[in-house]
């Protein structure tokens, strides 16, 4: 039998991934290394669960509350200048 490539993503569940990070005691923001509060706190506060993809794997990263206001408000003016071009 032979391993199938397919194309298709899988549905990220964030819940489920902060529980299972959570329970290890070592996830960190990708950003800004701040350290991964318990689940029921990050889930509180914020914390996001995102998909990067490479062209060898998949990976997922943490990013905290603070960094997804800078990355948000990165987006914005961007989007801003580009209009202006």
């Known amino acids: 039998m032979s391993v199938a490539k397919t194309s298709e993503r899988i549905a990220l569940d964030v819940h489920d991934a902060l529980h299972a990070i959570c329970s290890t005691g070592k996830g960190r923001c990708w950003y800004c290394d701040r350290r991964l509060p318990r689940v029921q706190e ?3 506060a914020g ?3 995102q998909r990067v993809e490479g062209k060898r794997v998949a990976s997922i990263i943490l990013v905290c509350p603070r960094c997804q206001r800078s990355l948000e408000d990165m987006e914005v ?5 580009a209009a202006r071009l």
């Open 47 to 49: 914390w996001d669960v």
């Open 77 to 81: 003016s961007s989007r801003a200048i």
């Open 42 to 44: 990050a889930l509180r």
